[in-house]
């Protein structure tokens, strides 16, 4: 049914629910797209970010969100 997840040493980490999971190996982070939102997941399956965000930048210190709501953006920075 064209959904992702992870398993790791035969158990699953990330759930099989996401239409896309791109790993970005400098941070060994997986960015995870289910509808039109976005989230971060660590490769031990620990949640970094939920999935609600528009758009998810992983950079080499930091995470760059963007997330609109009703005509007010807002960008979150969260360091890594």
């Not at 099989?16 to 941070?27: A, C, K, P």
């Not at 965000?53 to 992983?58: A, R, S, W």
Request: proline content about 1%; aromatic content about 10%; glycine content about 8%.
């Amino acid at each position: 049914d064209g959904q992702f997840g992870l398993i790791k040493n035969k158990k699953v980490v990330i759930d099989f629910r996401y239409q896309s999971i791109d790993y970005s190996g400098v941070n060994n982070l997986f960015i995870v797209t289910r509808s039109t939102k976005t989230g971060v997941f660590n490769s031990w399956g620990d949640k970094i970010l939920a999935v609600k965000y528009d758009e998810v930048d992983v950079k080499d210190t930091h995470i760059e969100t963007k997330l609109k709501q009703k005509g007010n953006p807002s960008t979150l920075l969260l360091g890594i």
